[in-house]
Structures are given as C-alpha cells and as structure tokens.
C-alpha cells in the first residue's frame, strides 16, 4: 500500500465495440482519445470524487452510479483495501458516441492497483472495471472496456466475466473512425433489439466471425473484408444514425474492407489499407456533410496501446 497523499495517474483509450461482426465479443482500442483518471490514496476509506473536467461534465458523482467509482467500490471490498481514495476524471470521451464510454473505469482500475499496492491479475483487472460497464449500460459486455484495458483488438468469450484473447491485425491495416455530431445510448440502443434471430442470419453471422478472426491470423485481407458484416444487429439499428447507410457506402466505394457501427453507434468506423485512409476519411465526412451532419473524423491504429500509468 502506497503512502497517504500518493497520486498517481492513469489513462485508458476509446474503443469500437463489436467491430461490427462481433457483436458483444470484439472490440479493439483507439489511439486519439480517452479518458482520464487521477487517484490520490487517502487515510479515509471513504472513495470521493473531487471534480470532473473535459467533453462531459455532467455525470453522477455516487459509486453506485459512476463507472470509475463502482469499479474502485469493488476493489476495495473484494481486496480488503483500508485506504480510499479522491479523484479526479478527465474526460476525453463524449457520451453516447460509440467510442467506449467506460474507459474511465479502465483508467480508475489500472491507477487504483498501483495506489493500493495490488498485484491484480488481468482477469481480475477486467471483472472490476465490468462494474463500471455494468453502471453504464446495464450489462456486463466487455466489448468496449477490454480493448481498453489491453489494447490492440481483443476477443470476449464466455458468461458473466469473460475471457480475453488478443487478436493479431494485419500490419497494413487501419481504422477511419467518423463521429457524427449525435447520440446514441448504449442502454435504448439495446433495448430495441429482438430477442428472436433467424436460423439462415445465426449461420450467416457465425460463419462471418469465424471468417473474420482466421482472416485477422492469416493477414487474409480479402477473407476479413468479405467476413466484416452485421446481417443481425446492424440492420436494426441503422435507422438511429441519420446517413448511416451514405457513409457505408462511400466507403466502401473508396476501397474500405468494411464499415459499421462503432457499438452502438452513432460514429461509423471502416478498416482499411492505410494507403486508403486518408481518401475514406475524407469520404464518409463528405456523406455525413451531404446529409446535413457535421462530424468529426481520425485515423487510428487497431493495434492501439491500451490502459497505462502516466506518472
């Protein structure tokens, strides 16, 4: 256990989540945004939040409620931690944008372990930040927080608390990450989707993530860019982004292996070679601007670095 009055910073990147097909069970980090988190380790046991600065100001302050604060909650009861802790959250992720809005518990999980001296495995590191996910969408998916935990794009599987598995990307591959001056909430956005999925769209989808992950280990990039499809979620939610299916498409006129909802949406990401970033990013802002949204747009690697120590 570190001294009373030891500060330590942590960041944590944005994510896509589901990268399109895979919906609740991949998800990769993103290298031009994130959250946040400085954690000062006090007497007291009692974990407070001082002040909240950045893109979003306004958000709950109890651990109940607040991603970073249920995950620290958590870690102090399962550890027997005595200490608490106060803290402050930069926020560089906006809300209900489809970049991962629980990075701030990635960033409170990874500053928390090295405040309080704890030697926390990286399955024990993901099932506490899970209860900031848990707090902000309802459900334990870990198709956002785990990518920002770990980095680089990363496989999900198994109930509750899931395992992880890092995927190899392509070297030559790239993500065009567009953000629409819109939102979109996890929670509503899940909420609309139903429970029944046709027989011939299960093997459809089964055999595109199957594609997808062997085209990922082969660097098959004709097999990734037939295999990045959603023919189940996708379609259902299109309607709640306002020129969705136009930046899709220009993208995938301008070369993209694939484009989709970035989770939930709003912002749209497409993957490509990096040769064709530039002309894609351009592309989609185009559609976006054609349909009378202004957006914001970035090239990012997929095999961003995930959460890590600043101090």
């Known amino acids: 256990?570190?001294?009373?009055?030891?500060?330590?910073?942590?960041?944590?990147p944005a994510s896509v989540g589901n990268v399109g097909v895979g919906f609740d069970a991949l998800g990769h980090a993103l290298d031009f945004a994130g959250d946040r988190v400085r954690l000062t380790v006090t007497e007291e046991p009692d974990i407070r939040l001082d002040?909240?600065?950045?893109?979003?100001?306004?958000?709950?302050?109890?651990?109940?409620?607040?991603?970073?604060?249920?995950?620290?909650?958590?870690?102090?009861?399962?550890?027997g931690v005595s200490a608490g802790a106060r803290l402050t959250l930069e926020k560089g992720i906006p809300l209900g944008s489809g970049m991962g809005?629980?990075?701030?518990?990635?960033?409170?999980?990874?500053?928390?372990?090295?405040?309080?001296?704890?030697?926390?495995?990286?399955?024990?590191?993901?099932?506490?930040?899970?209860?900031?996910e848990m707090a902000a969408s309802g459900a334990l998916h870990a198709d956002n927080v785990a990518p920002s935990l770990f980095g680089g794009l990363v496989l999900c599987e198994g109930e509750g608390y899931p395992h992880v598995t890092r995927i190899p990307v392509p070297t030559d591959v790239v993500c065009v990450f567009v953000h629409p001056d819109l939102e979109v909430y996890?929670?509503?956005?899940?909420?609309?989707?139903?429970a029944q999925v046709s027989l011939s769209d299960h093997v459809s989808q089964t055999q595109a993530i199957a594609g997808f992950v062997a085209g990922c280990f082969r660097?098959?990039?004709?097999?990734?860019?037939?295999?990045?499809?959603?023919?189940?979620?996708?379609?259902?939610?299109?309607?709640?982004?306002?020129?969705?299916?136009?930046?899709?498409?220009?993208?995938?006129?301008?070369?993209?292996?694939?484009a989709s909802l970035s989770g939930?949406?709003?912002?749209?990401?497409?993957?490509?070679?990096?040769?064709?970033?530039?002309?894609?990013?351009?592309?989609?802002?185009?559609a976006f601007h054609v349909e009378g949204v202004s957006c914001s747009a970035w090239v990012s690697a997929v095999n961003a670095a995930g959460a890590r120590l600043e101090d």
């Open 186 to 194: 996890t929670r509503s956005a899940r909420n609309m989707l139903s």
């Open 101 to 132: 809005g629980s990075a701030a518990s990635a960033a409170a999980v990874t500053a928390a372990a090295e405040a309080w001296g704890l030697a926390l495995s990286d399955h024990e590191r993901l099932r506490f930040a899970l209860e900031g």
């Open 51 to 79: 002040a909240i600065t950045g893109l979003t100001t306004d958000l709950p302050s109890d651990t109940t409620s607040n991603t970073a604060l249920r995950a620290l909650t958590a870690i102090q009861q399962e550890c």
């Open 1 to 12: 256990m570190n001294a009373t009055g030891t500060t330590v910073t942590a960041f944590a």
């Open 219 to 258: 660097s098959d990039l004709d097999q990734i860019g037939r295999c990045l499809k959603d023919v189940i979620v996708e379609p259902q939610r299109a309607g709640l982004v306002p020129g969705f299916r136009r930046v899709q498409a220009a993208a995938m006129a301008n070369g993209a292996l694939g």
């Open 264 to 286: 939930s949406g709003p912002s749209i990401f497409a993957w490509c070679e990096t040769g064709r970033a530039a002309g894609i990013q351009a592309c989609m802002a185009e």
